[in-house]
């Protein structure tokens, strides 16, 4: 009974595709983005290597609207090159291919930021969903199972050891009046916030006082359970 009630209101649909995304994805590629990401430095020294950034930025429109091409979606967002390929066999495919792609991100400065960045793809099936007749799935529902997905893929990566410190979800809701670089300003905004964590590490030796101490709590993009989604940060942009 409790089985047909989940499949009628659909609650187990984003949670299915967390738990299929981390397992058939991140749980593989994730340990191995540092290593990609410092054997890049090494091949390019002329770029600033900022560790803190050595990360799978995971891109989570709570609209659900992926684009293929990320430079099409924001202009300051521009392809760099691939990483180095991690090749496995894979559920019977011989040398499956897995490769994360370098972006540099300009802000509103001009200064560019390097990056692997991509989008949570789970998120095509539920806006696929939602345009299919079959699968019944409304605008609001598509809305909840977004969210559900988010909370659920973070709390499975807050607890999964070897993905620790490797990826930043970047989940984010558009502005209804569209704008240019919402975007590219989304990104850098977290990639600014691991360049201040990074900073905060080497100045160990002096422990911040807690007005300057970064609150991890703080750094958390906190999903509205209401209704109506509310602003998913406060810092102005």
Not at 113 to 126: I, M, S
Not at 127 to 137: G, T
Not at 187 to 212: A, D, F
Request: glycine share 2%.
């Amino acid at each position: 009974e409790m089985s047909e009630m989940s499949e009628r209101s659909k609650q187990n649909v984003a949670h299915g595709l967390a738990w299929s995304f981390y397992v058939g994805y991140l749980k593989i590629v994730l340990p191995r983005v540092k290593k990609t990401m410092e054997e890049f430095s090494r091949a390019n020294p002329n770029l600033p290597a900022c560790r803190k950034t050595w990360k799978l930025h995971i891109l989570i429109p709570l609209s659900c609207d992926v684009y293929d091409d990320l430079e099409k979606a924001d202009s300051n967002i521009q392809y760099v090159t691939e990483l180095t390929e991690t090749i496995l066999a894979r559920a019977g495919i011989k040398k499956r291919v897995y490769k994360h792609s370098l972006y540099a991100i300009t802000d509103e400065e001009n200064q560019l930021w390097h990056c692997a960045v991509e989008y949570a793809t789970p998120l095509q099936t539920l806006y696929a969903m939602s345009q299919d007749e079959c699968a019944a799935f409304s605008r609001e529902e598509r809305l909840e199972q977004a969210k559900l997905f988010y909370r659920t893929l973070e709390e499975i990566l807050r607890g999964s050891k070897e993905c620790a410190d490797t990826y930043r979800l970047i989940a984010y809701e558009e502005p209804e009046e569209a704008e240019t670089h919402f975007l590219s300003r989304e990104i850098v905004w977290h990639l600014r916030q691991e360049h201040h964590e990074e900073i905060s590490v080497l100045e160990q030796s002096h422990p911040p006082s807690p007005s300057t101490a970064l609150d991890s709590a703080e750094l958390n993009l906190q999903i509205s359970v209401s209704d109506l989604p509310q602003p998913l940060r406060t810092d102005g942009f």
